[in-house]
Nanobody, 127 residues
Framework: QVRLVESGGGLVQPGGSLRLSCASP????????IAWFRQAPGKEREAVLCITPADDSVLYLDSVKGRFTLSRDNAKNTVNLQMNSLQPEDTAVYYCAADRAPVCTVGPAAADGMDYWGKGTLVTVSS
């Protein structure tokens, strides 16, 4: 079974930062489009950022532009999500997902195209 493993979630105060990592013992992540999704209670799962395998270009959901960044560390076989200026509305379970197709989309519809999923990590933004 293919595994994607998220790490780095936790509790942070509004305005704070967290860094999430997505790793896999089974996939070479640099050959996949990798997306980070989030799902807040009672809301639809949505992709907030996605990085392509061809040139590492990143697609952002408008709500996270200027606050979240996404990058690859190929030496460690990870994809890292840096989240800054966190707000309570960013509270959610965050999932990484991999797509064999080398294309990226964001928003709720992106979930349909992903081939592999992690189990998620909880991010709570609260004072």
């Amino acid at each position: 079974q293919v595994r994607l493993v998220e790490s780095g979630g936790g509790l942070v105060q509004p305005g704070g930062s967290l860094r999430l990592s997505c790793a896999s013992p089974d996939l070479n992540l640099d050959t996949y489009a990798i997306a980070w999704f989030r799902q807040a209670p009672g809301k639809e799962r949505e992709a907030v950022l996605c990085i392509t395998p061809a040139d590492d270009s990143v697609l952002y959901l408008d709500s996270v532009k200027g606050r979240f960044t996404l990058s690859r560390d190929n030496a460690k076989n990870t994809v890292n999500l840096q989240m800054n200026s966190l707000q309570p509305e960013d509270t959610a379970v965050y999932y990484c997902a991999a797509d064999r197709a080398p294309v990226c989309t964001v928003g709720p519809a992106a979930a349909d195209g992903m081939d592999y999923w992690g189990k998620g990590t909880l991010v709570t933004v609260s004072s």
